[in-house]
């Protein structure tokens, strides 16, 4: 049975996509049978590996019931990485999902089926805390929470833990936090200091060793529809990426 | 009678809030009497003005109608700058709004009694192309577009025209684009010039010459309360959102 690790958090450009994508890739070369799912109507992480997504085949026909998670589920370039694609015309979705039965578990429900197919599951979620991130939440087993070193990051990751605490309450009594990531650190600045001060004195052992720096390579690499393991190996991008996927690995044989 | 812009982009951490500050800030800086308006539950550019919102008294009491604008506005320290503050727990917010009554002309109708007390109005939004969003396009004369010289940014634009074009037939016939900005701009970055480039050949003469280049000083700005020409008036951050105010004004006086 399948990890299932959600990508949240509301405020925006904190970098869950890049997370999803390299997070998903470095797992799958350290092949472990994954699934990468973009439940974002932006599409970034489907365009992010290469895949372009037939309009009538995403992760929307799988909410709605129309098409089951089987059968939008495509291959990407990397060997052990399939992936369930989103497209931008969706952008209005979450406003037609409200009026669903069971509105916030129509993830949860459609992924049962073939969550023993794969070893991880990562979902990739819009910026927002609305009806998409709370299907995401109810389906999964953890959330790790992308915090970008800057001040305005910092502002909302109490609301994030209030609405992870309601979904535990009301949807989804196991869903645990997989940590806190600290991403685009630029070791020149003090205010990346301060943030990883107060992130560590806020969140403890949660916070993943791992931080990932501000590297140029990880903003290329998606305009070429690659991770950055299959761009750019040796970048420090590609290093952190495969650094927190092992702790996860590691995290993860340990229970 | 005043002209309110809304800036607005659904791809996440493109620079909106940075510019609603800083734009109203430098706008206020000329002796224009302007009002800030904080649309996002983030309530970013209510902290980054130094405002302390009163959890009752904010944008979401105006959109349901328990209190009107005029009630719920408050100084900022800068002479001739107002605002609207947001509180962060507002972000379940919108899945409340889609139920009343004329959802999407809430805040036009908020803000009638007060569009003759300002010269400018400027209203940041979230990360999304929802109900705030729609709330803030059906008020506004125009849209200011940031952004962000990176591959992602790009993804999103076809759709926001759409919707943009959308509420201009359906709820707001006299919306226009104000401009389309480019933030974050780094011209030791290859990537960055091939987005100017790009941005420029898709949106030609709508692309204002201001462009905002990356700068340190403009992420530390929010954590002491400031808009950028309070906390360094002659950083490259200041001298950029000067420009643009003045590329503004200028357009304004010449209707
Ligand atoms: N460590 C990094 N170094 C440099 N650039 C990065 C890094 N991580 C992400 N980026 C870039 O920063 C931008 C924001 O990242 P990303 O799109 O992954 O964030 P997001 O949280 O998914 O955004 P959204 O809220 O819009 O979904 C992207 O252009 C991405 O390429
Ligand atoms: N020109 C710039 N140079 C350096 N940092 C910047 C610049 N503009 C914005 N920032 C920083 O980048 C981050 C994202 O900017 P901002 O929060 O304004 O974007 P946003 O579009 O409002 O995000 P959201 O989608 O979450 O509302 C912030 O931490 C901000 O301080
Ligand atoms: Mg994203
Ligand atoms: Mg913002």
Redesign the interface.
């Known amino acids: 049975m399948g990890k299932t690790i959600v990508i949240a958090n509301?405020?925006?450009?904190?970098g869950k996509?890049t997370t999803a994508i390299n997070l998903s890739a470095c797992i799958a070369a350290a092949e472990k049978r994954t699934l990468l799912i973009d439940n974002d109507?932006?599409?970034?992480a489907t365009?992010?590996v290469g895949v372009t997504a037939n309009e009538k085949s995403t992760i929307y026909e799988t909410l709605v019931g129309e098409k089951n998670a089987q059968e939008v589920t495509v291959e990407t370039q990397m060997p052990f990485l399939s992936m369930i694609p989103s497209h931008?015309?969706l952008?209005?979705a979450?406003?037609e999902l409200?009026e669903l039965e069971n509105r916030e578990r129509l993830l949860s429900k459609a992924l049962d089926p073939i969550r023993d197919k794969y070893d991880f599951i990562i979902i990739d979620c819009?910026?927002?805390?609305?009806?998409l991130t709370l299907n995401a939440l109810s389906a999964a087993d953890s959330v790790l929470i992308p915090v970008?070193c800057?001040?305005?990051a910092l502002?909302?990751l109490?609301?994030l833990f209030n609405?992870i605490n309601m979904v535990k309450k009301t949807l989804n009594p196991n869903l645990d936090i997989e940590g806190v990531l600290l991403t685009m650190y630029d070791s020149r600045?003090k205010?990346s200091h301060?943030i990883v001060d107060e992130v560590k004195r806020y969140f403890g052992a949660k916070v993943f060793k791992t931080i990932v720096s501000r590297n140029?390579r990880l903003?290329?690499a998606?305009?070429f529809g690659q991770p950055i393991i299959l761009y750019d190996a040796i970048s420090s991008g590609a290093r952190h990426y495969m650094g927190l996927a092992k702790e996860i690995l590691a995290n993860d044989s340990l229970l």
């Open positions: 509301q405020k925006g450009g904190v996509t109507p932006q599409a970034n365009s992010g931008i015309n952008v209005g979450e406003i409200v819009p910026p927002s805390l609305g009806l970008q800057e001040y305005f502002e909302g109490g609301q609405t600045l205010l301060q140029i903003s290329e998606p305009s």
